[in-house]
Each structure stands twice: as C-alpha cells, then as structure tokens.
C-alpha cells in the first residue's frame, strides 16, 4: 500500500459543477497538508495547506482534513474551464526529513 | 520577483553525455530538491539539500549527481549512467522549521529528451 493514494482520474465535470478532489494516507505522523495545481508542462503550484484537521477556506477552493479517517479533501466551487488541471496532493510529519509525500495526482477537466 | 527559476525548458541528450539542470532560487529558502516526473507516475525525488554543502540521495538518485556550493544554486547532472533519462524534472525550494511545517514552492520544470 502507498502512503498516499490519489485517484489518477481524469475527472471530467460540466463548468459551474462543485468539484471534489480527495487523497487518502495511512502515516499517523502526517500533521502538515498540500494542494498543488498543476497544469500541462509546467510546475506545481501551490493552492493551499492545512495544518492537523480541519477546514480551510480560499475563495472557491476549500480544503478538508479529517485525520481520524486519514483523508484529505479539495473542494471547488462553480468550477471553471480555467481549473482544468492536475491536482496533487501532498503531507508532511513533524519528525524526520520533513520532506513531503505526494500522491500521483488527479487529472481534471472542467467542460464549458 | 521572488521564485525558482530552472533552464533550459528543453534539453536534448545524446548518447553517452551528461546534462547539466540548472535552478537558482531567491526566496532565501534554505532546502532544495530535485524531483523527476513522468506520465503517471507522481513525483519522485532524486536528491535534497537541506543547507550549503551538504545534500542526500532520495528515492532514485542512480545515474545522477548534484551540488549546492551556493544557498541559491542547485543543479542537477544527468550522467551517461541514466539509461532511460526522458522525464520533466522540477526543482522545489522550501523553508525548514522545526515543527515539520515544509512547504515547497516549485520552478517551472525542464522537459529532458534523449536523441
């Protein structure tokens, strides 16, 4: 089993829809939690993190975090053509290296 | 502006030759990586730096070699030794802290093929 698993999609959703994004992880230790954007033959950007559970709110994007059920949420609202993209997940521990693991990342395209 | 500036975006090999990555950063960060990707694959990291002279081996680091003589400055040969280099490699920076709060900010990625 991976640390963290991301379903590769492609996601494909009408423009307008509420697009949820999700990861799954089994590290306990994760505290620290990633989205990154991704479009085609460029690099990730970052969207937004989260620290332990909980939400967090970014204009149409809403991040979840439930560590009890070890699963992370990417909400998006009234989603757009512009949002096609790849979405990565990623999380790190407070011990160790520090250096975060991502998932394979999920291919979205929003259609007009 | 502030960022991870990697060149070239394209690179071209020949058999038998290394390539050098080039990535500077001015955030001030002070780790960097390496990352390589290919198509469904995720990210996988080929080296890390966590300070200036120092760095480690990540998950496939065979094949190449890195450096970091400078805090800005982290690039990345790709030796003869890697028989299958074709992939997008992305450079990350990020800040260390101490509470395991990393998180990475990446340049735009150089595509590597072999001719």
């Known amino acids: 089993q991976k640390e963290v698993e991301q379903d590769p999609g492609p996601l494909s959703v009408p423009e307008g829809a509420i697009v949820s994004l999700n990861c799954t992880y089994s590290n306990s230790a994760f505290q620290y939690f990633m989205w990154y954007r991704q479009y085609s033959r460029k690099g990730p950007e970052l969207l937004m993190y989260t620290y332990s559970s909980g939400n967090k709110e970014d204009g149409r994007f809403t991040a979840q975090v439930d560590k009890s059920s070890k699963y992370i949420s990417l909400f998006i609202r009234d989603s757009q053509p512009s949002d096609s993209a790849t979405y990565l997940c990623?999380?790190?521990?407070?011990?160790?290296?520090?250096?975060?693991?991502f998932g394979r990342g999920t291919s979205l395209i929003v259609h007009p | 502006d502030g960022g991870i500036t990697q060149s070239p975006k394209y690179l071209f090999r020949k058999e038998g030759q290394n390539v050098t990555l080039s990535c500077e950063q001015n955030?001030?960060?002070?780790?960097m990586y390496w990352y390589r990707q290919d198509p469904g694959q995720g990210l996988r990291l080929i080296y890390y730096?966590?300070?200036?002279?120092?760095?480690q081996k990540g998950d496939i680091a065979e094949g190449y070699s890195v450096s970091r003589e400078k805090k800005e400055s982290f690039p990345l040969t790709v030796t003869s030794a890697q028989k299958n280099p074709t992939a997008f490699y992305l450079c990350?920076?990020?800040?260390?802290?101490?509470?395991?709060?990393?998180?990475?900010?990446f340049g735009a990625g150089t595509r590597l093929s072999v001719l």
């Open positions: 990623a999380m790190s521990a407070s011990g160790g290296s520090y250096i975060p693991t």
């Open positions: 730096s966590q300070i200036v002279n120092d760095f």
């Open positions: 990350a920076s990020s800040i260390r802290t101490g509470s395991g709060k990393n998180i990475q900010y």
């Open positions: 955030l001030n960060h002070d780790a």
